[in-house]
């Protein structure tokens, strides 16, 4: 049987007085109060779940990350390409391609472990941007 008897005893300071009492807990009578527990933590985590469904769906929308170019090299670079590879605007001023021709080398550049192949197409992009060439094609 499924009963459980707890004897308390109570003891006071001056005189020993023992009061016994016996109880009684009967676990058939504890399962309809647990699975209401149960079921009211359930409803609880329900509500707090459609609340922060709800908050999430409300929140303003983050912007957009740039995203980096899909396609690969032009046969025949152009200044849109160029752009795109040094990081600039096709209007940009002599002195910002130089600027960014030597960030991106200095990331890109063979002799730090970088490739022959994107060096000659950095190198490509800012004589492009200058003017000096006319975007011959690849390198390679």
């Not at 707890?6 to 309809?32: C, G, K, R």
Request: include cysteine.
């Amino acid at each position: 049987m499924a009963d459980c008897m707890i004897n308390l005893v109570l003891y006071f300071s001056a005189d020993v007085v023992t009061i016994t009492q016996d109880f009684y807990f009967d676990y058939n009578e504890a399962t309809p109060f647990l699975a209401g527990l149960a079921v009211a933590a359930a409803a609880l985590a329900g509500r707090y779940g459609v609340q922060a469904w709800q908050a999430f769906k409300a929140r303003p929308p983050k912007p957009r990350v740039r995203r980096f170019y899909d396609g690969g090299f032009q046969p025949t670079m152009t200044r849109r390409e160029a752009s795109l590879i040094l990081g600039i605007r096709e209007s940009a001023t002599a002195d910002k391609v130089k600027e960014a021709h030597r960030r991106v080398m200095v990331a890109n550049h063979p002799d730090a472990g970088g490739s022959h192949y994107l060096a000659s197409k950095i190198n490509e992009a800012k004589d492009v941007m200058l003017g000096k060439g006319k975007g011959s094609g690849s390198a390679f």
